[in-house]
């Protein structure tokens, strides 16, 4: 079983659609998740960071963590074109590096 | 813009050639970071370097190398290139080990 899985799409939703994106994992050390966009031909850029389970909320973003099940997801609201990119969810144990998701590809259709 | 510099951002060579992929972290991270992303690996942690100093190995290959600067700049070296090597090589820097900031990428392409 691999340590992160994460379904690699595409997926594709109508602008302004809710967008979910999920992984799930087998550590039960992880306490850090954190969900990396990447657009085409650009490294990946940290979107949301959390270390405890429940929803953490940033403008349209929301991350979601339920440590007892091993599942995180991220929710877009009001999703836009500009939405559409490749994200890898990650995370860590304490003091140990980061193992990241091979990312779900997503479209936004305008 | 992320505050790491990566270059060259192409690069391309032959099978058993040597390259090196140079990277520069934020102003103030002690810690790099080397990862390998293709297609059907994803992201795959290489090797972390702090202050100089090599603190964590993952699925690095013999053939590839890296160090750390006294300026903090490093350099992840491949030899004996491989058709199987052709892959984006990311860098990252960070204060602390969860949060990296990543740069734009070297791509490397054998031929």
């Known amino acids: 079983q691999k340590e992160v899985e994460q379904d690699p799409g595409p997926l594709s939703v109508p602008e302004g659609a809710i967008v979910s994106l999920n992984c799930t994992y087998s550590?039960?050390?992880?306490?850090?998740f954190m969900w990396y966009r990447q657009y085409s031909r650009k490294g990946p850029e940290l979107l949301m960071y959390?270390?405890?389970?429940g929803n953490k909320e940033d403008g349209r973003f929301t991350a979601q963590v339920d440590k007892s099940s091993k599942y995180i997801s991220l929710f877009i609201r009001d999703s836009q074109p500009s939405d559409s990119a490749t994200y890898l969810c990650a995370m860590s144990a304490r003091d140990d590096k980061i193992i990241f998701g091979k990312g779900t590809r997503l479209h936004i259709l305008p | 813009d992320s505050g790491v510099t990566q270059t060259p951002k192409h690069l391309i060579t032959a099978t058993g050639q040597r390259v090196t992929l140079r990277c520069s972290p934020r102003s103030g991270d002690l810690s790099v970071y080397w990862y390998q992303q293709s297609l059907d690996q994803g992201l795959q942690f290489l090797i972390q370097?702090?202050?100089?100093?090599?603190?964590a190995k993952g699925n690095i290959l013999e053939r590839f190398s890296a160090q750390q600067f006294p300026d903090l700049h490093s350099e992840l070296n491949l030899s004996s290139l491989e058709l199987g090597d052709s892959a984006l090589y990311f860098c990252?820097?960070?204060?602390?080990?969860?949060?990296?900031?990543f740069g734009a990428g070297t791509r490397l392409s054998v031929l």
């Open positions: 550590n039960s050390a992880f306490q850090y």
């Open positions: 990252a820097s960070s204060v602390r080990e969860d949060i990296q900031y």
């Open positions: 959390t270390y405890s389970s």
């Open positions: 370097y702090y202050n100089g100093e090599e603190r």
